[in-house]
């Protein structure tokens, strides 16, 4: 998949973060530094897939908030581990590809509580908030749900359909959704295939999902 569509999975909680005024009530004269560890897929897990690692980034978000006039600098280290299954055309003209992005966020906790929104978003609002930053991911629409094993805990992943360019094609993709709590962070992984390759594709992004480690 191209550069351009694995930064935008990658992304997600960027822009979530950016356009939210969850972490608003923490206060202070020092710049709060909140930090994820890094996530991403094991080597053992990827060498079993046709998909490859095509970069791991952090990605510091720098805000000024303020509460009862008081201003305080907030920063936000997250970690977006991407792969990607090259691009390939079929004897047919079909289109073989997969995108697989691994997003480590802190909880942002006070007392208990954690201000980061992406806790409290369903799989369908993390899946709008990709697709209204893009317009390669169209006609998005929930298909289906299972149950995987993800860092030692039963997590629900959530598969959308959709339709992005690649390849100049319009290519019909299934889109699946996951997130976890994992120590103090957040946990989301995102991976994206063609619907047409689906039994192909599908079982290398099911090893990803059960390869994540944090």
């Not at 008081?70 to 691009?87: C, G, K, L």
């Not at 317009?135 to 629409?141: E, K, L, M, S, T």
């Not at 959709?162 to 991976?191: H, K, N, S, T």
């Amino acid at each position: 998949m191209d550069t351009s569509r694995t930064t935008l999975l990658g992304g997600l909680l960027v822009l979530v973060l950016l356009t939210s005024g969850c972490l608003g009530v923490i206060t202070g004269s020092e710049p709060l530094v909140l930090s994820a560890n890094e996530a991403g897929v094991s080597d053992a897990a990827l060498g079993g897939t046709d998909f490859q690692h095509a970069g791991t980034r952090k990605a510091w978000i720098n805000r000024t908030v303020e509460r009862a006039g008081q201003e305080r600098e907030v920063r936000v280290q997250n970690h977006v581990s991407s792969y990607e299954r090259p691009v390939a055309m079929g004897a047919d003209g079909g289109v073989t590809f997969g995108a697989f992005v691994v997003v480590s966020t802190p909880q942002a906790s006070v007392a208990g509580q954690s201000f980061n929104p992406i806790g409290r978003m369903s799989h369908e609002q993390m899946v709008e908030q990709l697709a209204g930053q893009s317009a390669d991911v169209r006609d998005v629409q929930r298909e289906d749900s299972r149950t995987l094993a993800i860092l030692g805990t039963d997590a629900e992943v959530v598969r959308f359909s959709g339709v992005v360019q690649q390849a100049g094609q319009e290519v019909p993709v299934y889109v699946e959704v996951a997130r976890v709590e994992d120590g103090d962070d957040f946990v989301v992984a995102v991976g994206a295939y063609p619907q047409a390759t689906e039994d192909e594709v599908r079982p290398d992004v099911t090893t990803l999902f059960g390869g994540i480690e944090h």
